[in-house]
């Protein structure tokens, strides 16, 4: 089995600064991408930020500039969200791309950390 553990979601006042964490476990061989998704109610699921094993980067452009992504090991991405707006608050989701040791290429998700900003 592979899961992933996200911690580091709360309340923060506009302008504060939140970090995420996601480290995976399991049967993996190698990971490929690690990145963060989130989904606010009443909108689909979007792309914040992805690191590769190569270390290249992608950003939404809405957190260019405020969000770094970033990867302690070859199993933890953190995720530094910095000049937190209303409309950053979301569910944010850790998702994993790696090549397992008994399959093959797969994809996992986190069970997600609620962001909420707000006064």
């Known amino acids: 089995q592979v899961q992933l553990v996200e911690s580091g979601g709360g309340l923060v006042q506009p302008g504060g600064s939140l970090r995420l964490s996601c480290v995976a476990s399991?049967?993996?061989?190698?990971?490929?991408?690690m990145g963060w998704y989130r989904q606010a109610p009443g909108k689909q699921r979007e792309l914040v930020a992805a690191?590769?094993?190569?270390?290249?980067t992608n950003y939404a452009d809405s957190v260019k500039g405020r969000f770094t992504i970033s990867r302690d090991n070859a199993n933890t991405a953190y995720l530094r969200m910095n000049s937190l707006k209303p409309g950053d608050t979301a569910v944010y989701y850790c998702n994993v791309q790696y090549v397992g040791w008994e399959e093959g290429y797969l994809e996992v998700w986190g069970q997600g950390t609620l962001v909420t900003v707000s006064s």
């Open positions: 399991g049967s993996i061989f190698s990971i490929h991408t």
């Open positions: 690191i590769t094993r190569g270390e290249s």
